[in-house]
């Protein structure tokens, strides 16, 4: 479960996220390579914009499928770094309300992203990393630095 606020210093707007992921673990036929098929739903609202004018309110939805490949180096019996790749398909759709009229448009393209989490317990992780959209046009990386909570024990 990850939760955002983007900060749009040009709008001086912000906007919010909630997304949930789920995935699996393939049981590694290296010991220390793992791939994880993986799915992804989000929901967002913002940033809004408003004016004497006029008032513009905007929500999207995503969902995502993909494939992560991550190895595990120790540091110490007890920490360890994981180097990841992740790609996938990405879906996103969003809407635009304001003045009495409504625009809705939706995107399909890919993302791929890295990162390198730090495993501090066996549920409890911090991940930095970077997606770059694929096939959406202009469409900016994304960077994230975030704090991951497991909710299964991992085994060894």
């Known amino acids: 479960l990850a939760v955002s606020n983007l ?15 789920a995935g699996w673990s393939v049981p590694p036929s290296i010991a220390t390579l793992f791939i994880c098929p993986l799915i992804q739903v989000g929901y967002g609202r913002g940033p809004n914009e408003d004016s004497t004018t ?17 190895g595990q180096i120790a540091v110490s019996n007890k920490v360890s ?8 398909v990405l879906l996103q759709r969003s809407t635009r ?25 066996d549920r409890l992780a911090i991940q930095s990393a970077v ?20 909710f299964r024990k991992r085994t060894p």
């Open 7 to 21: 900060r749009y210093r040009e709008l001086d707007a912000s906007a919010s996220s909630v997304s949930a992921y």
């Open 54 to 70: 006029y008032t513009v309110q905007r929500s999207s939805q995503s969902a995502l499928a993909g494939l992560a490949v991550a």
């Open 81 to 88: 770094i994981i180097p990841n790749v992740t790609a996938g």
């Open 97 to 121: 309300t304001g003045n009495g009229a409504s625009e809705s448009g939706g995107d399909l393209g890919a993302t791929i992203s890295g990162g390198l989490s730090v495993l501090l317990t």
């Open 131 to 150: 997606r770059l959209p694929v096939g959406f046009g202009d469409k900016d990386p994304v960077y994230s630095l975030g704090v991951i909570a497991g």
